[in-house]
């Protein structure tokens, strides 16, 4: 399994509790416009084999639209982003999982089916890869992970939410740039309406200092 496409990285539940800078309050873009993609609702294959993947939940706000759908939904400042999930018993080996990101006319610009390796209960991240095409500046994009978990039935999990990609202004790159560490640039990501960079920063950091970070940002995301 290539890690650029799946990479278990450690775990939501975090035991330790230390002394940490808290991170700045995450401020939710607006939502996205009815005519925006994305929308339709979560769910599927809610027995069997799905048993264990029935409590999976993607690391994305839910936000209502004026016409009263909701969607997952976040602002991205990178061009290949990653989504983050939360499989609280992890994955089993062999799974076959469906990555999918479509543009905003419905034309599927990348598609990955692969066979899972096993993964231990946490976090999971799928990523558009480097030999995908990259998110256009401006543009929103809708997401769906497929967990085809019943092998008996067609009626896989299906994940959806929408992204979009905007820009960074100068002054705002440049105290990304210089921030001192992690929970300080994810506070830049936060307060600059940029969820999905802030929980990736988070998430790929090793240091057990970002515990409370993590644990504010998914509060103000409504994810606690």
Not at 57 to 70: C, E, L
Not at 79 to 108: H, K, M, T
Request: charged share 20%; glycine share 8%; net charge positive.
């Amino acid at each position: 399994m290539n890690t650029h496409k799946l990479v278990a990285l450690f775990s939501l539940v975090l035991s330790c509790v230390v002394s940490t800078p808290s991170l700045a309050q995450f401020i939710p873009p607006p939502p996205p416009d009815p005519g925006e993609p994305g929308g339709r609702p979560e769910g599927g294959g809610g027995r069997g084999d799905c048993k264990n993947y029935e409590g999976v939940v993607p690391i994305v706000p839910v936000v209502r639209t004026s016409d009263q759908k909701t969607t997952r939904w976040g602002y991205t400042a990178n061009d290949r982003p990653s989504v983050w999930f939360y499989f609280p018993r992890g994955i089993e080996a062999g799974l076959q999982l469906e990555w999918v990101l479509r543009d905003r006319s419905d034309r599927r610009i990348y598609r990955n089916i692969q066979r899972s390796s096993q993964v231990a209960p946490g976090v999971v991240a799928f990523r558009l890869p480097n030999d995908a095409p990259s998110l256009v500046l401006g543009q929103s994009y809708r997401w769906a992970l497929v967990v085809n978990c019943n092998k008996t039935v067609d009626a896989p999990m299906i994940f959806r939410g929408t992204m979009r990609r905007v820009n960074v202004p100068a002054a705002i790159a440049a105290q990304i740039g210089s921030a001192k560490n992690p929970v300080d640039r994810a506070a830049i990501y936060a307060r600059n309406q940029l969820w999905h960079d802030a929980v990736t920063t988070l998430a790929q950091s090793n240091d057990p200092a970002i515990a409370q970070a993590w644990r504010n940002l998914m509060r103000d995301g409504g994810l606690k």
